[in-house]
């Protein structure tokens, strides 16, 4: 497996050197949001690794923030100033500059490289990628919001053990609080809202609901009494949380469990990082619950990588080669045991992954764990609707269950 | 450039309305489709709760801005020595990026680390101050840090107006006995109401705008309870990728400044009127 | 004519023209009192911004956060200016200060010379449909700027100055012509128009009035203009990012890069130093400012 990944980075490299035979050394201009220590580190590798196997040139444009980013990318390409390669997260935020005929098409360089084979789970390349059966973009990594991020200590001085699932762990609540833990940690951020909300609602519904309402938009099901179940739920659980919530970020809320003042966060793999960071070990000092659920499942999101179409055909040679670093073994196993994130091909080097990422490895060998993420189905904007509607939920009580749910109901039934 | 500039305004202000009236979603895009984005707007709870805060949010500022900056002004006016040094502390909100004074802020409203937290160690065991974190005060918070940011230009725009004044007149009212509280109110104040408009419009340029300050205070929340019509815009036109709803709310957002102006021309026609009657 | 000039020059020194106040009275004792105590509500948040700046990590954690530092340490202080990371360049705030420079003298320079202008000739020499020019003027200065951010970008690309020094200007003077319009035509408004009157009289024109009249009464309010103008484009972001292009980047982006970062551990002692840091070009402009500030117009000039 691994010889076979090597030899394909060679014919990968071989096949770049023909396609551009002699080629002059291009700038390529890179706008990412990677900003903070680890991501910077994360972002080298590519950096890095560009500059050493090939005679172009990584320019670094780092912007803080996706929103921020992704709107100067956008206003860039109209304005016909486009950067060679964009960051985005896998969704639907790209469409219209595909029908718009503003990127490079990856076609053939997918083709030839065999992309299809290798990408696991398929359906990122195929969902977030493809359109009309051309491919538009290069996942680099995936990323899954469903786990539970627990203190170890915390449970064990409330006297309850790590729970698998939130029924267990809605038991154990009240223990928690008596300690003078925080049971439930979570911020003000909308976006944690509806991500914890759609991890709770898979773990109670399971996979085929879950698709029900987001790819079917079954509005029937949505103002069903299991539904209503999951609206309860939450209630139940943001009850535990802390006064202070309204206005945390999310690594300031997962720097509660991780200082032992919180139980437990539900938050995506991406705080793995901030556990790393602060040197603490999985299994010892934390725990990363899969679901948090008996049956857990997966959901693939992840950053991708655009390519907007650029004027001079020596950019666009040195474009190609740049998508083809990225999906190449070698670069994928750096980059994500760098960003903490999973690789999106099976036959990488993951040996210096934690226990936690191993976890998350196994779950996703496994196609019926691997789960369709919400923002494949929906757009941004009904994704929003759903961020508004999860946050006042959390935050006034006196929106009842009942209206809750049928708003929510409202916007599946309008979205798009 | 002033053409240009004007060219600009009119442009964008038709453009964003048309574009209300279509389904464009990234890029603008003219696609007629009516009132819809208009229904969807009025039926969002977002938005109505918005529209509510902007006015609450509003209001309170002129008020304190106004009342504030005048009393700043009229203090700094007496002949201090450290006047420098006064009118850069009033000043200096304006200059810092909202991003981190909207945090500092954030921490001295926090229940566990700022002023509760201070009051508390000192003894006052069951002093809470955090109005960020509840639902229905968070908004006076807002204020707290609105008026922080925003008052030093107020005052400034007053004190050039007290500076504007004809040093004859502050002779007559001395030698009128008139006390100075007295010629602050009534006399000097009327002679200023240029500033005063000026400090007006660019308050309500600065509420209507209002965006920076909330994502950097609450980020909307608890929930949606602090969020602002402007917010309501960006998102839709930026991240939400729904260009048509956020003009949409746009051009809602300048249906009360077309009004607010109208009676504005109103008051300048009157007041000009007025001077001509007295010059004849 | 001259004379008028002179007087307008000569008293120009006059100091505040509040009324005089007498020794240390009562009232004297009040008005410090309520300035201190309103330096006090402004300075807080600043002195949270000090203290945590010196601090290390490890203490600010403990949260106590109006305390002086146990240990001050100024290394968050180097490290926001030249070592933090914002993407793969580590170099802090510093590279973009010059690129801020370059984009806020010229911008401030040409709105607030085109603002006088305009605000004299809205005041002192009505045209046909002047108020209608103003109203949409000050229509323009209420639109969030992403609303008309898609025509601008259509424009520059049109011209051909999208992603320029030259493009970042001129979006600057176009956002900042509706305020410093307002703010010229409202306090020339307030002026005696007798004076201009006086200069008409005199045969000075259109320019020769505005220069030797208007311009020298005007100092506070273009004081107050710089005020807003160096304020509001030293601290652009947005407008930075799509508008000035890659080479020209202002130091907001570094800024926001270290401070709006959203995962790893927040360094709150860098961001504070780098925001201070930052700040550093609109605050001293404030303080020198003030030196021209205290000026006036000329007393009794229109009798002059």
Same mark, same amino acid.
């Given at each position: ?416 | ?280 | ?106 911008? &401030? !320079? %040409? ?5 006088? +202008?305009?605000?004299?000739? #809205?005041?002192?020499?009505? =045209?046909? *449909? ?93 004081? &107050? !203009? %710089? ?5 509001? +484009?030293?601290?652009?972001? #947005?407008?930075?990012?799509? =508008?000035? *292009? ?59």
């Amino acid at each position: 497996m691994k010889y076979a990944g090597i030899a394909r980075v060679l014919l990968a490299s071989a096949a770049g050197a023909v396609l551009c035979g002699a080629a002059n050394a291009a700038e390529v201009e890179v706008v990412h949001w990677w900003t903070s220590g680890g991501e910077n580190a994360a972002v080298s590798v590519f950096a890095d690794e560009f500059e050493a196997q090939t005679e172009h040139e990584w320019a670094d444009t780092a912007i803080a923030g996706g929103t921020n980013a992704r709107a100067a990318v956008m206003q860039r390409i109209l304005g016909g100033d486009a950067p060679a390669a964009a960051q985005f997260n896998s969704g639907r935020q790209y469409e219209e500059l595909i029908e718009g005929g503003l990127l490079l098409d990856l076609t053939e360089l997918a083709e030839r490289e065999g992309w299809r084979d290798f990408i696991r789970p398929e359906s990122i390349l195929t969902n977030a990628c493809e359109k009309d059966g051309r491919v538009w973009c290069v996942p680099v990594n995936i990323h899954s919001w469903q786990w539970g991020w627990a203190s170890i200590p915390v449970f064990e001085q409330s006297g309850v053990p790590i729970p698998t699932n939130l029924q267990q762990f809605l038991e154990a609540a009240p223990k928690i609080q008596q300690a003078g833990f925080i049971p439930f940690a979570i911020g003000g951020e909308t976006w944690q809202h509806t991500g914890a909300f759609n991890v709770a609602l898979v773990g109670i519904v399971g996979k085929e609901n879950y698709y029900r309402l987001f790819r079917d938009r079954d509005a029937d099901y949505a103002r069903s009494p299991e539904v209503a179940t999951v609206f309860e739920t939450w209630r139940e659980l943001t009850s535990y949380t802390d006064e202070a919530s309204a206005n945390r970020n999310w690594n300031d809320t997962t720097n509660l469990v991780i200082s032992d003042r919180a139980a437990m966060q539900i938050m995506g793999d991406w705080a793995r990082g901030e556990f790393a960071v602060a040197g603490k070990v999985p299994g010892v000092d934390y725990e990363c619950i899969p679901g948090p659920s008996d049956t857990p499942f997966l959901t693939t999101d992840g950053d991708i990588f655009l390519f907007p179409k650029q004027d001079d055909p020596e950019v666009e040679a040195a474009q190609l080669e740049l998508a083809s670093l990225m999906i190449s073994p070698r670069v994928q196993a750096l980059f994500n045991v760098a960003k903490g994130s999973l690789p999106v091909r099976a036959d990488v080097d993951m040996s210096l992954a934690d226990s936690c990422m191993r976890k998350g490895l196994a779950l996703l060998d496994d196609p019926n764990t691997v789960l369709t993420a919400l923002n494949r189905f929906v757009t941004e904007d009904t994704t929003g609707q759903l961020n508004d509607l999860f946050a006042e939920f959390s935050f006034n009580q006196g929106l009842s269950v009942a209206d809750a749910q049928e708003r929510f109901a409202g916007i599946i039934e309008t979205a798009d | 450039m002033i053409m240009v500039s004007v060219g600009v305004f009119v442009f964008g202000i038709i453009y964003s309305v048309l574009l209300s009236f279509t389904n464009a979603k990234l890029f603008p895009k003219f696609n007629f489709i009516g009132l819809d984005q208009y229904e969807r707007l009025w039926g969002e709870t977002r938005w109505l709760v918005s529209v509510e805060n902007i006015w609450i949010f509003g209001v309170l500022i002129i008020v304190f801005q106004m009342t504030l900056g005048y009393l700043l002004a009229v203090f700094i006016d007496q002949r201090i020595k450290q006047e420098d040094a006064f009118r850069t502390i009033f000043l200096y909100p304006f200059s810092m990026s909202l991003v981190v004074t909207g945090l500092v802020w954030q921490w001295m409203l926090d229940p566990n680390l700022g002023f509760s937290s201070a009051m508390q160690k000192l003894g006052f065991e069951s002093f809470v101050f955090a109005p960020l974190v509840h639902q229905s005060t968070a908004i006076y918070g807002l204020v707290m840090g609105g008026v922080w940011n925003g008052v030093g230009v107020t005052m400034a725009i007053l004190l050039a107006g007290l500076r504007g004044i004809d040093a004859e007149i502050w002779r007559a009212t001395r030698v009128d006995g008139i006390p100075a509280w007295r010629a602050y109110l009534y006399i000097a104040l009327p002679m200023i109401r240029g500033a005063l408009a000026t400090a007006l419009i660019l308050q309500c340029t600065s509420i209507v705008r209002v965006y920076d300050l909330v994502i950097a205070m609450t980020q909307g929340g608890p929930g949606i309870a602090t969020q602002m019509p402007a917010i309501f815009v960006i998102e839709h036109i930026t991240n939400r990728q729904n260009v048509a709803l956020g003009m949409a709310a746009a051009s809602m957002m300048l249906l009360p400044i077309v009004v607010l102006l109208a009676i504005k021309s109103a008051a300048d026609w009157h007041a000009k009127s007025r001077r001509e009657q007295r010059a004849a | 004519m001259t004379g008028i000039a002179t007087t307008a020059g000569g008293i120009a020194k006059d100091r505040p023209r509040g009324p005089r106040p007498r020794r240390v009275t009562a009232s004297r004792v009040g008005v410090y009192g309520f300035l201190i105590i309103a330096a006090i509500y402004f300075l807080a948040p600043m002195w949270v911004m000090i203290v945590t700046s010196l601090k290390t990590m490890p203490e600010i954690r403990e949260g106590f956060l109006f305390n002086w530092p146990r240990e001050v340490s100024f290394e968050a202080w180097t490290k926001a200016w030249s070592t933090a990371c914002t993407g793969r360049d580590c170099e802090g705030v510093r590279p973009g200060f010059l690129n801020s420079v370059k984009i806020t003298v010229p911008s &401030v !320079a %040409i709105s607030v010379v085109i603002a006088a +202008i305009n605000g004299y000739a #809205l005041s002192f020499w009505r =045209f046909r *449909g002047a108020q209608i020019f103003f109203a949409i003027l000050i229509f323009g200065a209420f639109v969030p700027y992403q609303v008309v951010i898609y025509p601008l970008i259509i424009f520059l690309r049109e011209i051909g100055l999208f992603a320029s020094l030259p493009g970042i200007i001129i979006i600057h003077t176009i956002f900042g012509m509706p305020i410093l319009t307002l703010l010229y035509r409202n306090y020339f408004a307030a002026l005696p128009e007798e004076l201009f009157r006086a200069a008409r009289v005199d045969g000075a024109g259109f320019w020769s009035a505005f220069f030797r009249i208007i311009l020298p009464m005007s100092v506070p309010i273009t004081i &107050v !203009a %710089i005020i807003l103008q160096v304020t509001g +484009i030293w601290n652009d972001f #947005l407008f930075g990012i799509v =508008f000035a *292009g890659r080479e020209n980047m202002p130091m907001t982006v570094q800024l926001n890069n270290i401070v709006q970062t959203t995962s790893g551990v927040r360094e709150y002692n860098v961001n504070m130093a780098a925001t201070i840091l930052t700040a550093a070009v609109p605050l001293a402009v404030y303080f020198i400012s003030g030196r021209w500030f205290v000026r006036g117009i000329a007393a009794g000039a229109v009798k002059g």
